[in-house]
């Protein structure tokens, strides 16, 4: 997961070697291209799982539908609102939207845990997000208000619909679809539906090479490995744990606009970060056993040796 969103962090500082390339051909191409290579290398196992995948095709529809709406409305976040802004918003705004579509869908109950992660990575995201807004205000290419209103709606477009995709391929897999299967058919499939945008919008991405080599490298690595390996991390963990991970993204877009594009991070940006980090930290720390000396004593409902006569409810820590 962690890697993933590692390699999800650096398509924006990417996407501005191609200045000509508009947004939507940028998340045609990337996630088109990359879902499209997703089905290929998992077409045996889509084959061999056809039955599963045909019960489940109304969340594999779904899930679809939201691939292919997520880069367009990732994308345009970004070009509207700045690249750092745009990642924040749609990618900090995306564990919320997870919680409450397993809420609403599987109605499953919020850790503790996950609550103080949450609360850390989307306090940093603020925080970053503030930073880079006064930053753009101020600067030569200062953004209108009604452009970066906009960006940050699409923003919250693009963080639900991949919280949403994340759930989908979450519920396919929990459900005996391998990881492969579920995330080659929903990706093949959301992949099929960009088709179309990108011909209508890709011609500048065949105008040099230089466009060409920012289009194949959005498509083979953030896209194909990073969600293949996204894939891997969903057959683990729940969705909105997977994207309360992925708050590591804007955190790697923001440090690469800074030491790759030339942008300036305030001090509240890098106190975002740090956040975020802590985010990561709460996480991905294991949990402790539970102590021996912590079993229950001997009582009127009690067996012999402290365990309970009655039925206990596990709840996840």
């Known amino acids: 997961m962690l890697v993933a969103s590692v390699l999800w962090g650096t398509t924006g500082t990417a996407a501005t070697f191609a200045p000509a390339v ?23 196992h889509i084959a061999r799982e056809a039955p599963g995948l045909r019960t489940q095709r109304g969340v594999v529809l779904l ?21 750092a802004a745009g990642t924040v918003v749609s990618i900090g705004s995306a564990p919320l939207a997870s919680a409450v579509i397993e809420r609403v869908a599987d109605g499953r109950r919020l850790t503790r845990r996950w609550t103080v992660g949450a609360t850390l990575g989307l306090s940093g995201t603020v925080l970053l997000c503030a930073a ?30 991949y919280a949403l995709y994340s759930w989908a391929a979450h519920r396919l897999i929990s459900r005996g679809v391998t990881s492969g299967a579920a995330m080659g058919a929903v990706f093949g499939l959301g992949g099929l539906l960009l088709v179309p945008v990108l011909l209508a919008t890709g011609a500048p991405l065949l105008s040099s090479w230089s466009n060409a080599a920012v289009g194949a490298y959005m498509a083979l690595v953030p896209m194909f490995i990073g969600y293949v390996l996204f894939g891997w991390g969903l057959a683990h963990v729940p969705a909105s744990t997977a994207t ?57 409902d009690t067996g012999p040796r402290g365990e309970s006569a009655a039925p206990i409810m596990i709840r996840e820590k």
């Open 22 to 44: 508009g947004p939507l051909a940028i998340g045609a191409v990337a996630m088109g291209l990359g879902g499209l290579l997703q089905a290929l290398l998992a077409a045996p």
């Open 244 to 300: 309360t991970l992925s708050l590591l993204e804007p955190a790697v877009a923001a440090v690469l606009a800074v030491l790759v594009v030339g942008e300036r991070l305030p001090l509240p940006g890098w106190l975002g970060i740090a956040l975020v980090v802590g985010c990561l930290a709460v996480l991905t720390t294991p949990a402790r056993p539970a102590s021996k000396d912590r079993l229950p004593l001997p009582g009127p």
């Open 132 to 161: 880079e807004a006064a930053t753009a205000a101020t600067g030569p290419g200062a953004r209108s208000v009604g452009s970066t209103v906009l960006g940050v709606g699409l923003g919250l477009v693009a963080g639900f619909t």
């Open 63 to 83: 899930g679809a539908l939201a691939v292919g709406a997520y880069p367009l409305a990732f994308y345009s976040s970004m070009h509207l609102a700045g690249v």
